[in-house]
């Protein structure tokens, strides 16, 4: 079994930074690409930012710039650095991770659970 556990999210104001963290444990033998959604109240879900095994970066227009996705493959582990923080920016973030398990020796998608991220004054 994979999992993969999101945190770090909160409420901040204006202009505040927050850091997520989303972590991946269990049975892996690889993990590929990284992706950080966010879904806010009456919104589809959207992609914010990805990251590849490779380090290959990408990022939504809205939130260039503001955000920075890193890898720590040691610790399985991918952080989302979110600075200059909008109301906007307010939802729930997901990350979703593409990880070869060593149990089942398939590549699947796995999801966390979402942290919210409510940016206000």
């Known amino acids: 079994q994979v999992q993969l556990v999101e945190s770090g999210g909160g409420l901040v104001q204006p202009g505040g930074s927050l850091r997520l963290s989303c972590a991946a444990s269990?049975?892996?033998?690889?993990?590929?690409?990284v992706t950080w959604y966010r879904q806010a109240p009456g919104k589809q879900r959207e992609l914010v930012a990805g990251i590849t095994s490779a380090a290959t970066t990408t990022y939504s227009a809205s939130v260039k710039g503001r955000f920075t996705i890193l890898r720590d493959s040691a610790k399985n582990t991918v952080y989302l650095q979110m600075n200059s923080l909008k109301p906007d920016d307010t939802a729930v973030y997901f990350c979703?991770?593409?990880?070869?398990?060593?149990?089942?020796?398939?590549?699947?998608?796995?999801w966390g659970q979402g942290t919210q991220v409510t940016v206000s004054s």
């Open positions: 269990g049975t892996i033998l690889s993990i590929y690409a």
């Open positions: 979703k991770a593409v990880v070869k398990s060593l149990a089942t020796m398939t590549t699947d998608d796995y």
